[in-house]
Nanobody, 120 residues
């Protein structure tokens, strides 16, 4: 199983980026998916999560600016980010809780991370 994240980059404050993360491999079912970020010298923190049914949850500082969505048929999760701020600068990681065969308890898999840099 592999999670491949893409879409990071360098953007000016106020700009926008869209991150994508696709899970591939021997997958039976993907449950919750989410985005997390880690800034230099800080711990990894939750940014946004989405259930298989589409229920979402956001960290307070990104509410109203970031939107998480997913395509279940493609095992893909997206993060649309607008009105970006320098404090959003971090490595963004996608995570997915998935099972590889029926009856197996889902476990968390992580993508490799994609750098988002917001200049002031």
């Amino acid at each position: 199983v592999q999670l491949q994240a893409s879409g990071g980059g360098l953007v000016q404050a106020g700009g926008s980026l869209r991150l994508s993360c696709a899970a591939s491999g021997s997958i039976f079912r993907v449950d919750g998916m989410g985005w997390y970020r880690q800034a230099p010298g800080k711990q990894r923190e939750l940014v946004a999560t989405i259930t298989r049914g589409g229920n979402t949850n956001y960290e307070d500082s990104v509410k109203g600016r970031f939107t998480i969505s997913r395509e279940n048929a493609k095992n893909t999760v997206f993060l649309q980010m607008i009105s970006l701020k320098p404090e959003d600068t971090a490595v963004y990681y996608c995570g997915a809780d998935l099972s590889t065969s029926p009856g197996h308890v889902p476990i968390r898999y992580w993508g490799q991370g994609t750098q988002v840099t917001v200049s002031s």
